[in-house]
């Protein structure tokens, strides 16, 4: 039986610091409710958008256990084989995670339950919240994030703003531009504006994907359209150094440890 652990890092994220990743899906193949073209963990088989326990409290116990104290971390991020949302116990596991660590908390969310009010009401327990949006229409968001059916781009959009309203933790938008929406970067930062983001992170595939990476001049001229917002962005910012506590754990999930 394919058994591994929940917890690995810490990895070093340019958004986040020294990052102890808490996977609550946990799977050998990822578990997704989005196919995003340039998904480094492959083609999703099976989009899912009904949320399950994939990991029961207890094994995150046991495995945080093993190694909270040995390891340096600025943060515990909720993110790994698949979409964190998806876990119907998220919200059980944030509480038990918090028992361990006055760390700041944080998920890599695709968004996509946002629109729920039960989810929101989990991701309120967080610090942080970084919810993806590569899309300013529906026409783009189902040719790069190829959504489950049925999830709709103006019910994502409307949740994040929803959760905007409620959250008093830091919210960060994580876009992800290449070829198909680097044009749009004026309508993305239109929308960062609506929704009140705290930061927004704009990114490219750098780790192995299938798409090709826009380079740094293509990367700045999308930055422009953001300079009035808090905005960071993937060539700028500098990695943090780690000492990742189990690498193949780490490879399985990102297929670098840098
Ligand atoms: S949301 Fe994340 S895990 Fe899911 S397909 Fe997109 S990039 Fe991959």
Not at 12 to 27: E, F, H, K, Q, T
Not at 84 to 112: F, K, M, Q
Not at 174 to 188: R, T
Request: hydrophobic share 35%; charged share 35%.
């Amino acid at each position: 039986m394919f058994r591994t652990k929940t917890v690995y890092g810490p990895v070093p994220s340019w958004r986040l610091g020294r990052s102890l990743g808490v996977d609550v899906v946990c799977r050998e193949k990822k578990v997704c409710s989005f196919d995003c073209v340039y998904c480094q963990l492959g083609p999703t088989k099976n989009k899912i958008k009904e949320r399950e326990i994939f990991v029961s409290k207890e094994r995150i116990k046991e495995d945080l256990s093993e190694v909270i104290g040995k390891i340096d971390a600025d943060v515990v991020t909720f993110s790994g084989t698949g979409e964190p949302t998806l876990a119907s116990n998220l919200g059980e596991i944030i509480d038990v995670v918090r028992e361990y660590t006055h760390l700041p908390l944080a998920v890599l969310t695709n968004s996509s339950f946002m629109f729920n009010k039960e989810v929101r009401n989990e991701l309120k327990k967080l610090d942080i919240v970084v919810a993806k949006l590569d899309a300013p229409n529906s026409k783009l968001f189902q040719k790069i994030n190829r959504p489950a059916e049925g999830l709709k781009f103006n019910d994502i959009l409307e949740g994040i703003k929803e959760f905007r309203r409620e959250f008093k933790g830091k919210l960060a938008l994580q876009m992800m531009f290449i070829d198909l929406n680097k044009g749009y970067a004026d309508e993305m930062a239109e929308i960062a504006e609506e929704i009140k983001a705290d930061e927004v992170q704009i990114n490219t595939p750098l780790r192995s994907s299938p798409i090709k990476p826009l380079n740094e001049r293509e990367i700045e001229k999308i930055e422009r359209s953001f300079l009035h917002l808090n905005a960071i962005s993937v060539y700028k910012e500098k990695k943090p150094i780690t000492h990742v506590y189990d690498q193949e754990e780490v490879l399985r999930r990102r297929k670098t440890v840098s």
